[in-house]
């Protein structure tokens, strides 16, 4: 029996003082922050295993991730147009057009979907080479590229559904299907890296094959919810698929300059990874160790910088600017004092975690001192991802593009080149020229949110 998304009454949106806003805030970012950080202890499980093969290994998985992470932008870039969109329309009370918005982002990543992972799959070797991979690195790496690319279908898929769940304000959902994926992706690395319990010890390959079998489970689990229907939203094919050219053409403008800034995001980032990868393997295996480490400072900002697209889109379709305004500022704090607290852990233990990496203490103090470095950019690197996470939920995509692009292209690809290749600093120069980038955008998308211009924005 067709069963139609939650109705009004589930939609009421409370009015908020300092301290509703917190718990509001809390409620919806505390699930992906527990998913965020969860995930990326995933990560850095997954590289220790990856580590223990040797340098070749721990490089040719992190230049592998790098024309992943740039093929992903597409999907990002869409999401972000979704859970505008979806939020949107939730604030107004019309879960129908968000159910709507659903369906047609689903068609989207499937026809991307398959492109993508073609054209990755068939050209992974090289890829790699493009990189600036060594003989030995495109050799281990070219396998597991090509097993990931293959299955990047399916990532899109979960990555698609998830941000329609988002945008309609259920962060529980894909923070459980998340968390039982990675936990699968971890435990077959284990067998399928190592050849456990009669399986064949595959190496690097094996932890491609993880990687890929889990993000399929995933996809999977969050279909089977969206068909289901009972999260304000559902994907309904009863009535067949029509493209709706309005909404598409609504979660392509909003989405359009988040396509540049992830392009442009994910192209600096391609490129910074090859004047690092020209240092040699060992020093892109410290760099590769330290960007793992220091992925877990980036989930405080990301999980309250969802919770803050939501919440601006929805309170923006409530037409209640003032709260949407408010929540932002209380994601802004709260992420930030995460964050402050994170950093302070890697900037007086990161030694220690990189340990657990490798056994390489030439590796290990490298990454020890980049960590050091970069912590000065942890306050930035919080304020720009929350509050650029505000604009995107307000449909302003602009400006994050902007800022983006001025610190990616001139503060980590232009003077981290400059610091490595005429100053002569090596892996720390290319650090600061990170921690400059951070700096640079946080400046920047803090001065936009505060012209308030934003709460003008039609979506």
């Not at 070749?56 to 230049?63: C, D, N, P």
């Amino acid at each position: 029996m067709h069963r139609e998304p939650a109705r009004a009454a589930h939609l009421e949106m409370p009015t908020l003082d300092k301290a509703a806003a917190r718990q509001v805030v809390w409620r919806l970012s505390a699930p992906t922050l527990v998913e965020m950080v969860l995930v990326s202890l995933v990560g850095m499980a997954d590289m220790i295993q990856v580590g223990r093969v040797g340098p070749e290994a721990i490089t040719a998985v992190g230049l592998t991730n790098q024309p992943v992470m740039l093929l992903q932008s597409v999907f990002m870039a869409l999401n972000v147009g979704t859970t505008a969109l979806v939020a949107r329309f939730i604030g107004m009370q019309k879960p129908k057009e968000a159910s709507d918005t659903l369906k047609q982002t689903f068609a989207m990543v499937i026809l991307l979907g398959l492109t993508i992972s073609l054209f990755a799959g068939f050209t992974s070797s090289a890829i790699l080479e493009f990189m600036g991979a060594e003989p030995e690195v495109v050799r281990v790496g070219t396998p597991y590229f090509r097993v990931v690319a293959f299955g990047f279908v399916f990532n899109a898929i979960a990555m698609g559904l998830a941000s329609a769940l988002r945008g309609a304000g259920d962060t529980r959902t894909p923070m459980t299907v998340n968390l039982v994926a990675n936990a699968i992706n971890i435990t077959f690395n284990y067998i399928l890296i190592w050849g456990k319990f009669g399986f064949p010890r595959w190496g690097v390959f094996g932890a491609g094959v993880a990687t890929t079998f889990s993000r399929v489970v995933a996809a999977i689990w969050f279909l089977i919810i969206a068909l289901r229907g009972d999260k304000r939203i559902r994907l309904d094919f009863s009535d067949g698929y029509r493209p709706n050219f309005d909404i598409l053409r609504r979660i392509i403008t909003i989405g359009f300059p988040a396509a540049l800034e992830q392009g442009v995001l994910r192209t600096g980032q391609v490129l910074f990874a090859k004047v690092v990868s020209s240092l040699g393997t060992v020093t892109f295996a410290a760099h590769q160790t330290s960007m793992n480490i220091l992925s877990l400072t980036f989930m405080p900002g990301l999980a309250f910088s969802t919770g803050c697209t939501t919440l601006v889109g929805q309170y923006l379709g409530a037409k209640r600017p003032e709260d949407a305004e408010r929540c932002a500022h209380t994601s802004r704090n709260m992420g930030l004092a995460v964050g402050g607290a994170m950093a302070l852990v890697f900037l007086f233990f990161g030694k220690y975690i990189a340990m657990l990496y490798t056994n390489d203490m030439s590796v290990v103090l490298a990454s020890a001192f980049v960590l050091k470095i970069y912590a000065f950019a942890q306050p930035a690197q919080s304020i720009q991802f929350i509050l650029a996470g505000g604009l995107r939920g307000a449909g302003d995509t602009r400006y994050p593009l902007y800022s983006t692009a001025l610190g990616m292209w001139v503060g980590r690809v232009g003077l981290g080149w400059f610091f490595v290749n005429v100053v002569g600093l090596g892996l720390p120069g290319a650090w600061l020229g990170m921690a400059i980038d951070q700096i640079v955008r946080g400046v920047l998308i803090a001065l936009r949110f505060r012209t308030g211009k934003w709460k003008e924005v039609k979506v």
